[in-house]
């Protein structure tokens, strides 16, 4: 049974930080290329970050460049996001994803090409 469960959110203040992990089971992580969305209330889940089998290609949404990083670590399974300078507007539940790669280098950016998804974990950042 695949399983990806997410943990790290939480309250933050305006400017502050907070690290993501989602710990994936059930399947060959390493084959896998992994994505991390969001969704606000009464907004569509979007595109935050993603990231090749390796790590060796990323790629973020205009809106989270130079403050987020996606990086993982495929000998513990787990995909990770680091959050800097965190503002109002990234409040939301942030999910990660998978899906089985097709290259080494494949980069997945929208929403229904991943098959597996986590539960989320609310980020809530105050003013």
């Known amino acids: 049974q695949v399983q990806l469960v997410e943990s790290g959110g939480g309250l933050v203040q305006a400017g502050g930080s907070l690290r993501l992990s989602c710990a994936v089971s059930g399947l060959t992580f390493r084959r896998y290329a992994m994505g991390w969305f969001r969704q606000a209330p009464g907004k569509e889940r979007e595109f935050v970050a993603a990231?090749?089998?390796?790590?060796?290609?990323?790629d973020y949404a205009d809106s989270v460049k130079g403050r987020f990083t996606i990086s993982r670590d495929n000998a513990k399974n787990t995909v990770y996001l680091q959050m800097n300078s965190l503002k109002p507007e990234d409040t939301a539940v942030y999910y990660c994803?998978?899906?089985?790669?097709?290259?080494?280098?494949?980069?997945?950016?929208?929403?229904?090409?991943?098959?597996?998804w986590g539960q989320g974990t609310q980020v809530t950042v105050s003013s």
């Open positions: 994803a998978a899906d089985l790669a097709s290259a080494a280098q494949d980069i997945r950016i929208t929403p229904r090409t991943y098959e597996h």
């Open positions: 990231i090749s089998t390796s790590g060796g290609s990323t």
